[in-house]
C-alpha cells in the first residue's frame, strides 16, 4: 500500500477501507509517513469529510496507536465525561466528586490547557501542593478508595492523536466532523470506561459555533462509543457564555467549592446535574431521571461530594484545608472592578473574548511553556439576560498588578453588548442524544 495512493484516493472523493485507515495511522504513528504527506491527506479530508465507517476506522486505529487502559481493577460502574472545551468550564470538579459520593468510580485523564484559560489539572494546581503524579498503582488504589483520581494523559495513551491534533492545529484542519469525533472518541475508548457522557458545547465559545453542527457532532460521537461497546450519551449546551461566574484557575476552583457547598444555583450546577443524572442512568445506579436527579443534589446538602473533593485532594498530596477555607488558595493582589456606563440589558457577550482576558492576565498558556498564574482571572457579576444599571458593576477582574488589570478591563468591556431590549431566553442544555 502507498501513502500517495490513498492521498489521491481521498482527494478525488473516494471512501478508505478500514485496512487502509490502520495502514495510515500505524505508519504515521511510527514516523513512517511523513508530516508531509499527512498533511496532504488532512486536507483532503477537510474537503471531502469522513463517512461514518471511515470515522469508526479511524476511531479504532488511533485508539489501538498505544496503550489501552484495563479498570479491571476497578470494582462497579466506571465511568467518564468529557467536554468539547469552553470558557469557565470547571464541571470534572464538581461533578467527579457528586459522583463519587454515588458510589461512581472515575479514572480520569485531563490535559493541562493551551490558550484561554487552564485544563483541569491547571486548575486543581491551584491546591498548595496538589500533583497529578503517581505510579500507576496509586492510581488505581485511588479510584477504589476515594472514588475518583484524575492524572496527567501520558504519552503511552492515543500517540496518533497527539501526533495528528498537534499537525491539524498547524495545517488548518481541525474543524472535520470525523477528525473531532475520532480524535475525542479514540482518547475516551483508551480510557477504559463503560459509561461515557460528552458534553458538547455550541455558541461563541466553542468549536461548534451552530446547534446543528454541535447536534451533528454529539451524535456521531454517541454512535461511535455505542459500536465500541460503550454506553454513550451527550448533553448539547450553550456556550455563548461562559459557564459559571469565574474564569481563571483559582477562582474557578473556588466557585466549584461554592456549588459543592450548595452556595450556588446557576448554570454550572445544572450542567453537573445533567451529565450526572446521565451517568447515573446509563450505569444502572438510578431508575430514572427524576431518582439520579435527587441522589446528586442529596450529595450536596449532606456535604458528601465536599467531603469527596477533600478526599480527592488529600490522596493527590494537595492541602485539602483549602476545600473547607478557600482563602487559603492563591489570591490576586489586585481586584479590580469594572462597571458598566450605561443602563439597560447584557444583550450578548463574547465567551471566547473573555477567556483571552484571563489569559491576557496570565491565567493560561499562550505557548507551551508559559507558566500559569493561578490566582488570576475575572469573576463575572452580569451575564447575557441580566439587567444592569449605569454604573453597575459588570465584573471584577484579579490582576498581578493594576496596570494589567487595567489593560484587561478595557478588554473586558468590549466582550459585553448592552442593549435597551433584553435578549430572548435561549435554554442552556439544548439537547441529549443517547
Ligand atoms: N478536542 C480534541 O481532543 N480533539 C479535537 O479534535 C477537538 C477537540
Given at each position: 500500500m502507498l501513502m500517495t495512493e490513498l492521498i489521491a484516493k481521498k482527494r478525488d472523493g473516494g471512501v478508505l477501507s478500514e485496512e487502509e485507515i490502520r495502514f495510515m495511522i500505524d505508519g504515521y504513528t511510527r514516523g513512517e509517513i511523513p508530516d508531509y504527506q499527512m498533511s496532504a491527506m488532512l486536507m483532503a479530508m477537510y474537503f471531502r469529510g469522513l463517512d461514518h465507517d471511515e470515522t469508526v476506522a479511524m476511531t479504532m486505529a488511533m485508539m489501538h496507536s498505544g496503550d489501552t487502559i484495563d479498570l479491571s481493577a476497578v470494582t462497579g460502574v466506571k465511568a467518564d465525561k468529557h467536554s468539547t472545551g469552553g470558557v469557565g468550564d470547571k464541571t470534572s470538579l464538581v461533578l467527579c466528586p457528586m459522583l463519587a459520593a454515588c458510589g461512581v468510580k472515575m479514572a480520569k485523564m485531563s490535559g493541562r490547557g493551551l490558550g484561554h484559560t487552564g485544563g483541569t489539572i491547571d486548575k486543581l494546581e491551584s491546591f498548595p501542593g496538589f500533583s497529578c503524579d503517581m505510579t500507576t498503582e496509586r492510581f488505581f488504589e485511588n479510584v477504589n478508595t476515594v472514588g475518583f483520581a484524575i492524572a496527567a494523559q501520558t504519552a503511552e495513551i492515543d500517540p496518533a492523536d497527539k501526533k495528528l491534533y498537534a499537525l491539524r492545529d498547524v495545517t488548518?484542519?481541525?474543524?472535520v466532523r470525523g477528525l473531532i469525533v475520532s480524535s475525542i472518541m479514540s482518547k475516551k475508548l483508551a480510557a477504559g470506561a463503560d459509561t461515557i457522557v460528552l458534553d458538547v458545547k455550541c455558541g461563541?465559545?466553542?468549536?461548534?459555533?451552530t446547534e446543528e453542527e454541535a447536534r451533528l457532532l454529539a451524535q456521531e460521537m454517541v454512535e461511535v462509543g455505542n459500536a465500541a461497546g460503550r454506553k454513550t450519551a451527550a448533553v448539547i449546551t450553550d456556550m455563548d457564555k461562559p459557564l459559571g461566574n469565574a474564569v481563571g484557575n483559582a477562582l474557578e476552583v473556588r466557585e466549584a467549592i461554592s456549588a459543592l457547598k450548595g452556595e450556588y444555583a446557576g448554570d454550572l450546577l445544572e450542567l453537573c446535574i445533567s451529565i450526572g443524572s446521565n451517568i447515573l442512568l446509563q450505569g444502572g445506579i438510578a431508575g430514572s431521571e427524576a431518582e439520579a436527579r435527587t441522589m446528586l443534589r442529596h450529595t450536596i446538602e449532606d456535604g458528601s461530594a465536599l467531603r469527596k473533593l477533600a478526599e480527592f485532594v488529600d490522596a493527590q498530596g494537595?492541602?485539602?484545608?483549602a476545600v473547607y477555607d478557600p482563602s487559603l488558595l492563591p489570591t490576586a493582589p489586585v481586584q479590580y472592578d469594572v462597571c458598566s456606563d450605561v443602563s439597560g440589558?447584557?444583550?450578548?457577550?463574547n465567551a471566547e473574548g473573555i477567556g483571552l482576558v484571563s489569559l491576557h492576565l496570565g491565567?493560561?498558556?499562550?505557548?507551551?511553556e508559559s507558566v500559569i498564574d493561578p490566582a488570576v482571572g475575572v469573576v463575572l457579576d452580569k451575564k447575557a439576560g441580566d439587567r444592569v444599571a449605569c454604573g453597575e458593576r459588570l465584573a471584577v477582574i484579579h490582576a498581578a498588578s493594576e496596570e494589567k488589570a487595567a489593560e484587561a478591563a478595557k478588554l473586558l468591556r468590549a466582550c459585553y453588548v448592552i442593549t435597551d431590549e433584553a435578549p430572548a431566553d435561549v435554554p442552556f442544555i439544548k439537547g441529549v442524544v443517547r
Open positions: 488548518g484542519t481541525v474543524a461563541s465559545g466553542s468549536f461548534m459555533k494537595g492541602d485539602s484545608a440589558y447584557v444583550n450578548r457577550m491565567g493560561g498558556r499562550a505557548t507551551k
